[in-house]
């Protein structure tokens, strides 16, 4: 089963303006990345945040992480146009083992930012 | 970072035929992954693809169907075979490149794979 699951599952929203992402998870972590994907095709990594970190940031980027509640948020600021996609959270699993790159996916947020 | 060059980008095919997707890497990588990715949904991981070794596979996933080569660190070729219309998706392979501080993993572009 699916370890991530994003909140909401889709955002409109005009240029300039902020656009937030949740997403909770199941299991126990080592890390959780956030991914952009283009009209269906391959993922962009965005940033990794690790358990032991509680927020990190990368541009107009933020990522925060609650290990105690399972979950993360992902802060857009200034949004524009071409940040329109779908964004995905990904997460290991610790308690299998895990080998990085087996990651779990959500369903994403379709974001869409109009000018 | 890494660029990878995946082939086809999209390919309509008939039901019990098979396609072989391919997935080059413009640097040595140890680990190489294949997910899929069903129209609306999240990407699943089919399997790991290891150098000299049998592919590891997920649950739900095996070989028979979705018979994995990987000849080299830089190649890998992932099959679907006998398909139906349920294995219509994206299939996407990536690699896993490995830093100082951090980890990261790098995509194809995907295969758009339509079975009538």
């Known amino acids: 089963s699916q370890q991530g699951e994003e909140d909401p599952q889709a955002l409109s929203i005009q240029e300039g303006e902020n656009a937030t992402m949740n997403c909770s998870y199941k299991?126990?972590?080592?890390?959780l990345q956030w991914y952009r994907q283009n009209s269906g095709r391959g993922l962009v990594h965005l940033i990794l945040?690790?358990?032991?970190?509680r927020e990190k940031h990368s541009g107009r980027l933020r990522v925060t992480l609650d290990t105690s509640k399972k979950s993360s948020s992902l802060l857009i600021t200034a949004s524009r146009a071409a940040d329109t996609a779908s964004y995905f959270c990904a997460t290991d699993n610790y308690d299998r083992g895990s080998t990085l790159g087996r990651l779990y996916f959500g369903r994403g947020t379709q974001l869409t930012v109009w000018p | 970072s890494a660029v990878i060059s995946q082939k086809p980008s999209r390919d309509i095919c008939q039901r019990g035929t098979s396609l072989t997707i391919q997935c080059q890497v413009d640097s040595q990588v140890t680990m190489m992954f294949w997910y899929r990715q069903q129209p609306g949904q999240s990407l699943t991981l089919i399997a790991t693809a290891n150098q000299g070794s049998e592919a590891t596979y997920e649950s739900g996933f095996v070989i028979d169907k979705f018979p994995i080569s990987r000849p080299n660190l830089t190649f890998s070729t992932l099959t679907v075979s006998n398909m139906s219309p349920e294995d219509s998706s994206i299939y996407l392979c990536s690699v896993l490149k490995v830093g100082l501080t951090n980890e990261k993993l790098f995509f194809g572009s995907g295969t758009q794979l339509s079975v009538l």
């Open positions: 945040i690790r358990s032991n970190e």
């Open positions: 299991t126990s972590i080592n890390n």
